[in-house]
């Protein structure tokens, strides 16, 4: 972390006595003491320099990863809202199980799309290693972990959205992985994706893998508040019953 010079100017009239104590940052003033400038961008470059964005088969995993999330809030929202897609199939069950099976037919495609782009694309000779193939087998044994053991947790319609089709959980699951990590099926679909573009030595599966946690992410920070609220005027309505 760098010092401008008027701020080296002032922590010297602070300190007149000429004491040998070095003046402490400020910690809160965040990244502006950084100088970018002096930043050594070279392995960022080299990588971009590997990867077509306007590639066809790019722009498509793209779609695909933004889209998923997208469609499933959107769709769970508007059952949770209107009790249609319930009404529909005759029973909320009935209906988060069709649901899902469109999820995981959209997932498969997902991976889909991301395979195709990453094998269009150019392998980077700094990843194809044998150290970096394991490491991303390792990720993948990891994410497959998670994958499974939260919906193993979960169940269907657990995993599945079931709260916004009205099928409460009873409280809560704490259990393995959920004891160690929030959100567990996010993260570790999104090891399973970053260990497939390290075994394929893909910097294009790098930045995919990126948009996907990104993606990920922002689907949280929506999920995560509506599923409270769902919740909430659970033990709302029980304490007026």
């Known amino acids: ?41 070279t392995p960022m470059e080299e990588l971009l320099k590997h990867i077509n964005f306007r590639d066809s088969s790019f722009c498509i995993a793209v779609i695909a990863i933004i889209f998923n999330p997208f469609f499933w809030n959107l769709v769970a929202r508007w059952e949770h809202r209107t009790r249609r897609l319930s009404r529909l199939c005759g029973s909320p069950y009935l209906a988060c199980y069709c649901l899902g099976f469109v999820i995981i037919l959209l997932n498969v495609y997902r991976s889909h799309s991301m395979t195709v782009a990453m094998k269009a694309q150019a392998r980077w000779e700094v990843m194809d290693r044998t150290d970096v193939f394991y490491t991303g087998v390792a990720l993948m044994v990891l994410g497959t972990l998670l994958v499974v053991s939260s919906f193993l947790a979960l169940g269907f319609t657990g ?36 260990g497939l573009a390290l075994i394929g030595a893909s910097p294009a599966g790098l930045v995919l893998t990126a948009i996907v946690a990104v993606v990920y992410k922002v689907a949280i920070r929506f999920e995560g508040p509506f599923t409270e609220q769902i919740y909430q005027e659970r033990s709302q309505r029980r304490k007026h019953e």
């Open 159 to 194: 995993t599945f959205l079931g709260d916004y089709f009205g099928i409460l959980m009873d409280e809560k699951v704490t259990v393995f992985p959920f004891n160690i990590i929030e959100n567990p099926m996010y993260w570790g679909s999104t090891a399973n994706y970053l």
């Open 1 to 41: 972390m760098c010092m401008s010079d008027s701020d080296t100017a002032a922590a010297h009239n602070n300190n007149p006595a000429g004491n040998q104590h070095p003046a402490l940052l400020d910690c809160c003033g965040g990244l502006n003491n950084v100088d970018y400038s002096k930043m050594d961008l």
